[in-house]
């Protein structure tokens, strides 16, 4: 009965199903806590204790937001996009499942492929594409044909939809193109920072309907919830790979508010195509995948009228089985200040996802910053 449901929720949600081994890690962060206003903790392999640029407020928050989700195992990390400061490093589990590529990027990868098919100059946010099938797989029949349903580009990142990204990078895309891209983007190897972490990996296949598939979020490689911010950031910053944190500078005052400076890693994104993929990604919490977990009981948006980037992710796998969730974003999109990427790796039988948990930190940062309702700034 358990194989059989465990099936059904995998085919209706257009899940992936496949083993969920985390890939060898450094020791990460451990003993993390909260002292004199500033959190310390054991960074890699050394036992010393040492001060980080979290948030302690911010921090709290995470922690208690990860413990209510019930979730085994899961992360929360985000960061300053302007500086590249990380702010909230939580994990939830028994290793630092912030660094650790334990679950598939599933769609969250369709962010690699928008920016390669925007990059090779192959579609813009009017390109119409139709499509077919792409719920729980991507099959040899859904790449032909002219495909039953249509859509423009623009609105396919927001919305998710499978059978846009596995047509058009089949189409368009070479496995090199889409190795390239997820490199750029933190997908794929190391992200510039000053701790440890292990790399995250992307799988693209050479066959056309392994190519499309992986284009499309299937079998496209593990990715670390650091990976998953480190996309969001470059995107915030026009395209700039803008180097992250966690180690205080000497001298820094409590709570690790001494300013950072700025450091960059050359380039991941050209500036337009990072400010085409913001407009797309605003689509997911406006009328896409994550709309619903933008708005309130009583039908009022989360955070007002900011406008909000991000993409979602879900999929199942691993033994034992788990429903894994993505939420990635930053926020205003229009003048980014904070990048948050949440992943919550649940039992079958779950009490919230990482779209919930992420718009909830974004709330706390806002709500403290300005009390009373969450408004656009001008």
Excluded at 288 to 309: E, N
Aim: aromatic residues 6%; charged residues 20%; contains cysteine.
């Amino acid at each position: 009965m358990r194989s059989r449901l465990y099936l059904a929720l995998a085919a209706a949600a257009a899940l992936w199903i496949a083993p969920a081994t985390a890939s060898p890690a450094p020791p990460g962060v451990r003993k993390l806590h909260v002292e004199g206003g500033a959190v310390h903790a054991a960074v890699g392999a050394s036992s010393k204790q040492v001060r980080l640029t979290l948030d302690p407020d911010l921090q709290r928050a995470a922690e208690r937001l990860l413990a209510r989700s019930g979730a085994p195992e899961g992360a929360i990390v985000a960061s300053d996009v302007r500086t590249g400061r990380i702010l909230v490093w939580a994990s939830r589990g028994k290793r630092d499942y912030v660094a650790t590529p334990l679950a598939p990027s599933a769609s969250l990868f369709k962010i690699v492929t928008a920016a390669a098919l925007l990059e090779a100059g192959k579609v813009n946010v009017a390109t119409p594409v139709c499509y077919t099938g792409g719920m729980s797989a991507i099959t040899a029949r859904d790449l032909q044909g002219r495909g039953a349903t249509c859509t423009v580009f623009g609105e396919a990142l927001g919305r998710s939809i499978n059978g846009v990204f596995a047509r058009l990078a089949g189409q368009h895309l070479t496995a090199a193109d889409l190795r390239r891209k997820a490199r750029d983007l933190g997908f794929d190897g190391e992200v510039p920072i000053d701790v440890p972490v292990a790399p995250s990996a992307a799988q693209i296949p050479d066959d056309a309907l392994g190519l499309a598939r992986a284009g499309a979020g299937f079998w496209s490689g593990r990715l670390s919830p650091l990976g998953a911010l480190f996309a969001m950031q470059t995107i915030a910053n026009d395209g700039e790979r803008v180097r992250l944190s966690l180690l205080a500078p000497p001298g820094a005052q409590a709570g690790g508010d001494a300013p950072a400076p700025r450091s960059t890693d050359g380039r991941g994104l050209r500036p337009e195509v990072a400010r085409t993929l913001r407009s797309m990604l605003e689509v997911t919490t406006r009328r896409g995948t994550c709309a619903k977990a933008f708005r309130k009981p009583d039908g009022t948006r989360a955070l007002g009228s900011m406008p909000v980037a991000a993409k979602t992710g879900t999929l199942v796998g691993g033994s034992p089985s788990r429903m894994f969730s993505w939420f990635a974003s930053f926020a205003p999109s229009d003048r980014p200040e904070i990048a948050v990427s949440v992943m919550l790796a649940n039992d079958i039988a779950w009490r919230t996802k990482a779209n919930l948990v992420g718009r909830e930190l974004l709330e706390i940062y806002f709500g403290r910053k300005r009390p009373g309702p969450v408004a656009r700034r001008r």
